[in-house]
């Protein structure tokens, strides 16, 4: 694949997408082999959605496409058109933070920060799968999203309050 | 002067300062950043662990769209050593010779217009080697007190010859890879005779020096930026072979590159914890009173690099003891370098001795809590020096009370809770004291506010939450009054966020710059008669609500933005320095952290799975600058230990030389559901050292654990396991 002077790719392996990332339309001219993971931070500019493994084992990339969960790094762009996709940049409304940010926050759910935003994709879909009924089952259900500075606990505890308000 | 009464800002549970950053996704990370024009780099790494390369074909990866150039060790610059530093000498420098050390090692490295096209065009590369034998894995060299910290206090060889019981037994524990979950990343941007880089490190002053002795630069010339790093846990304490690639990539294309290592590739070239074989024997009188320990341990290191990690060291310090030889070896092998894993050392020599003392405790019939005791070292053994705070007794009623020790049946396989036999084990930390010089700088503006600074790193410590908080108190402001900031390597020199040494020396530093600013406020006024603080001394005043003071009364003062205005000044800056004190000076044995680990361990008889459902940490960590963030990392650590107790094996191939599981599929790490209810209680008060008061305890939380595990995994089933990590298949 070559790009033209102006960055876009053109030859065989040219291939487009549309698709919406936070509420906005983006048609996008893609090299095929582009992840959704690589394109939300190459050439949509999105970097909130994080690479930790790119083999879909550690979960740092969890975005939603049509609101359910999937590892992005695992999705090809071009899979994406026609979907909707959400970052951790789109869950803030306004300016006012959804409350698992807040949560997560509140509850040091996190230290590096990096596993951070796929966790709290995860939470917030978590809530929307109806399995944050007990510390167990988040414990189970957030096991896709790996955290090596070890904020389990801190993680469940802020999902679990979340989870307690009702909100989603 | 002296610091606010009121303790207010410090100590609290202030949320992380970066917070809203990290959770937003705004907080940029070096893969985060990116530059007009910017290339892509990707690497080609040895598939042979030893030999040379014959065969090095880069014609159709060249050849293929977008890609820029391809560097091997036939073009790429010749690259001087970079400085040794506290932690040892640089890895030799990447491509130098055709010579192969390891498995992984870097032979190219492809820079393309993206990143699909470098990936690409990386695999096209193609590479044949005149690979030595296989069993050349082995090298022949036995290094004998590689560190020069082996330890020889009493006559252990007597000792053991007339101890009524003597345990002996061989611990081992495996290769651990540190794992961030950020892939390491440099971006490298040249103008000119100047670079600026973007770095996953934990020590930008480090990679600064390093950048600046391998290209030849003054230090001037080289900016390196860590504002974020996504975890290090010792991987980003070393300068590594593709941080200096990244740089001549750049160089050589004149563009901005950025290259990120791999999940496979963040195991071999970002160092691990290197595996040892443990021999460790104790002698003890019937009354459980230890009179020698003998503990030697060997490690393994690469080829060709040097990696500072003394194991068996910090026995001789851990009880009162007479009779002591600790012994390090170092085994050489064509391996990936090794490098520091959270509580590097440490995590294996802790698991070696408290397993140790749980097996002599059962020799004796005497309770394990009771025989670590009965052996605690009141002062310092090898000085006789008191203990600048030791709060360990402590640690151990505390975290018995809250575990519910008490309950503990004392017989094998006693407690049941349905089909899982119950253990309980206890494990004892006496983590070593380590500190470096470190600088940091202050200003207060005349708008009242001030700003602190450092070349320091957070990589998730809370450095930046703490260091504000520090300076809030320190200057008597209010926390948004004050901006802390980091991870950029042209503000005063810092040492790494590593070793538990970096809240003590950038603390003391801290409190150095702001006592210097306080003094050069001071300076202004007790000369200026217009001032309520004319004539004053710096022990007349004290810090509070913006405003400097007289200690008898607070009406007599101004504000600093008062001061300032009135002399005309926008700002005033300070800058102070922190240096490790010594012993004997102080007349104490400066003291690291101290803690006691619990845990419940359930196991399943019929399957061998091992379930920590609880765990209960008690730790001295002297004066915590902020609780809810010193819980955090002290669960962090226990998470660490789980991991290196029940999980995590780095499994080389010994035909190959190559990592068999060398991907966060094949490379377990705790998950969530692995890790049940985890306790913290923070015991003892600040330590008499530093003006600060305060002891690292970014290591603390992990040693401790695997040997509790152990222990509860014997209480619970008769089984001594020796070897980490404790696996199914050795409970069967």
């Known amino acids: 694949m070559d790009r033209d002077d102006g960055g876009t790719p053109t030859g065989p392996t040219a291939t487009e997408a549309a698709l919406t990332v936070n509420g906005i339309a983006h048609h996008l001219r893609l090299d095929a082999r582009v992840t959704l993971l690589d394109a939300l931070r190459d050439e949509i500019g999105l970097v909130g959605t994080k690479k930790g493994c790119d083999q879909g084992a550690c979960g740092a990339c969890t975005v939603l496409v049509d609101g359910r969960r999937v590892l992005s790094c695992l999705t090809l762009a071009a899979q994406c058109d026609g979907r909707e996709v959400t970052t951790v940049e789109g869950l803030a409304d306004g300016g006012r933070p959804h409350p698992m940010q807040e949560a997560f926050v509140r509850h040091d759910a996190f230290q590096c920060g990096f596993c951070t935003p796929g966790q709290i994709m995860s939470a917030v879909a978590l809530l929307r799968e109806r399995r944050a009924a007990s510390d167990d089952e988040i414990r189970e259900f957030m096991s896709g999203n790996l955290c090596r500075c070890g904020a389990y606990p801190n993680i469940v505890a802020a999902i679990r309050e979340v989870a307690g308000q009702g909100v989603g | ?732």
């Open chain 2, 1 to 732: 002067m002296t610091m606010t009464e009121p303790v207010t800002v410090v100590g609290a549970g202030v949320d992380r300062v970066e917070g809203p950053h990290k959770v937003s996704g705004t907080a940029a990370y070096p893969s985060d950043v990116s530059y007009p024009g910017m290339a892509y780099a990707a690497l080609v790494r040895s598939t042979v662990a030893s030999g040379r390369i014959a065969v090095l074909d880069t014609t159709a990866a060249e050849a293929m769209p977008g890609v820029l150039t391809v560097i091997t060790h036939r073009d790429a610059a010749r690259l001087a050593a970079g400085p040794t530093t506290s932690i040892g000498p640089a890895p030799p420098p990447p491509m130098q010779d055709d010579l192969i050390r390891h498995h992984g090692q870097y032979v190219a490295v492809v820079v393309a217009q993206t990143r699909q096209q470098a990936a690409t065009a990386a695999r096209a590369v193609t590479v044949s080697y005149r690979a030595e034998p296989t069993a050349a894995l082995d090298d022949t060299e036995l290094r004998v007190d590689p560190f020069g910290t082996d330890v020889t206090r009493g006559d252990t060889a007597a000792a053991l010859a007339t101890a009524e019981v003597v345990h002996e037994a061989t611990y081992r524990t495996a290769e651990n890879t540190n794992n961030p979950l950020g892939l390491f990343t440099t971006v490298a941007v040249w103008a000119g005779d100047t670079v600026t880089v973007h770095d996953s490190t934990q020590w930008t002053s480090n990679t600064r020096a390093t950048v600046a002795a391998v290209f030849g630069l003054p230090e001037e010339a080289v900016r390196v930026y860590a504002k974020y790093v996504g975890g290090g846990f010792g991987a980003g304490l070393r300068v590594w072979p593709h941080v200096l690639l990244a740089v001549l990539a750049a160089r050589t294309v004149g563009r901005p590159v950025t290259l990120t290592l791999t999940r496979p590739e963040m195991f071999t070239g970002v160092g691990h914890r290197p595996d040892t074989v443990q021999r460790l024997r104790i002698g003890a009188r019937r009354d459980g009173t230890i009179i020698a320990i003998d503990h030697e341990a060997t490690q393994t290191v690469a080829v060709a690099d040097e990696n500072t990690e003394p194991v068996a060291a910090a026995s001789a310090t851990a009880y009162a003891c007479p009779n002591v030889t600790a012994r390090d070896r170092q085994r050489r092998r064509h391996i990936p370098c090794p490098g520091s894993m959270r509580a590097p050392g440490e995590a294996q020599a802790n698991f070696a001795l408290e397993s140790a003392l749980d097996e002599l405790a059962y020799k004796l019939g005497m309770d394990p809590l009771e025989l670590r005791l009965r052996n605690d070292a009141e002062v310092h053994p090898e000085s006789g020096l008191p203990w600048s705070s030791k709060a360990l007794r402590d640690c151990y009623a505390v975290g018995a009370r809250r575990f519910g020790w008490s309950r503990r049946d004392p017989r094998i396989g006693a407690m049941r809770d349905g089909r899982w036999r119950v253990g309980f084990g206890v494990a004892g930390v006496s983590y070593p004291w380590w500190q470096v010089p470190c600088r940091a700088r202050a200003t207060v503006s005349r708008d009242g506010t001030a700003y602190v600074r450092s070349a320091a790193t957070d990589i998730g410590t809370g450095t930046y939450t703490v260091m504000r908080q520090l300076s809030a108190e320190l200057l008597g402001l209010r926390l948004d009054q004050v901006r802390f900031d980091l991870g950029d390597s042209r503000m005063p020199a810092a040492p790494q966020a590593g070793g538990s040494g970096l809240t003590g020396a950038l603390g003391n530093a801290v409190y150095a710059a702001c006592q210097a600013l306080v003094r050069a406020v001071l300076d202004l006024v007790t000369t200026d008669t217009q001032s309520p603080l004319h004539g004053c001394t710096m022990d007349d005043v004290m810090v509070n609500g913006g405003r400097l003071h007289h200690r008898g009364d607070a009406r007599r003062g101004e504000s600093f933005a008062a001061i300032l205005d009135r002399h005309g000044l926008y700002e005033l800056t300070a800058d102070g320095t922190s240096a490790p004190p010594d012993p004997q000076q102080i007349g104490m044995a400066p003291a690291g952290a101290f803690a006691a680990k619990f845990v419940e361990v359930h196991v399943d008889p019929d399957l061998g799975l091992v379930r920590v459902p609880r765990v209960v940490s008690a730790v001295d960590g002297g004066r915590i600058l902020n609780e809810k963030l010193a819980r955090s990392q002290v669960v962090g650590g226990t998470v660490g230990g789980i991991g290196q107790a029940l999980l995590e094996e780095t499994v080389t191939d010994p035909d190959t030389g190559r990592i068999a599981n060398a991907t966060l599929g094949d490379y377990l790490i705790p998950v969530n559901a692995d890790i049940g209810e985890v306790d913290v209680v923070f015991v003892g008060g600040p330590d008499r050292t530093t003006p600060i008061g305060t002891k690292g305890i970014g290591e603390v939380g992990l040693p401790g654990i695997a040997a509790a595990i152990a222990n509860g995994v014997y209480h619970a089933t008769g089984t001594r396991i020796r070897s980490l990590p404790i696996t199914l298949d050795q409970l069967l």
